[in-house]
């Protein structure tokens, strides 16, 4: 039997979370995933240094910046680099910025990106405060590893944009309206999937 979930070892069927995804009432929430487009690049550190990282969850007192640079592709709103953190073009910033609320809390450090000659701003996206948003109960995982999330409803009121302290620091999470704003800017290098809520 498909599962979405494990309860006491057992799979929880499909069939009790039907209802939750196709619901009018239920916070409708996306994951921001990159779109695997190959005209897209990926950006790499210029010091040669793709070891270090900007964690959730922590305060970063100061930044000197980085510059990054743009191989075998084209610039994208978001894009994929070797040092595994989000870079956010100017326009995906706003996107964002436009519609988060003041409960969500988001970090923006700038580096610069280059490609060919052309040298783009791009800001790295940290969530110093991770929301405690995930129902364990119900989420598929492999150990303490979240596979298949599912959210609280509750916990993502007032939310509009957030990640949650056990996606490791790459993903992120937007509501209905952040979605549509990023849509109608266009923001290129971008795909949704709908998660589920209860």
Sequence with gaps: MRSKGIVNGQPRPL??????????????VFKVLYSGNEEHGIAYDKSGDDGWEVRDGERIESWAGREFELRDGIFSDLLA???????????LRSAIETVASDRDRLCWYPVSVLCKNEVR??????????VQSLRRDLCLCAGDFVIKP???????????????AEDGGRG????????ANIQRLH??????????VV
């Excluded at 680099?81 to 326009?91: D, I």
């Excluded at 599912?150 to 949650?164: E, I, P």
């Excluded at 937007?174 to 979605?179: E, F, I, L, P």
């Design 187 to 196: 923001c290129t290098g971008i795909t949704f999937a709908r998660q589920w």
């Design 121 to 130: 701003p791009y800001y790295i996206l940290q969530f110093p405060e991770p």
């Design 15 to 28: 069939a009790c979370l039907r209802g939750d995804l196709r619901s009018d009432s239920v916070l409708e």
């Design 81 to 91: 680099s070797a040092a595994g953190c989000r870079l956010c073009s100017t326009s």
């Design 172 to 179: 992120f999470f937007v509501d209905k309206s952040c979605k």
């Design 150 to 164: 599912v959210f609280s409803q509750d916990a993502l009121r007032g939310h509009s944009v957030f990640t949650h």
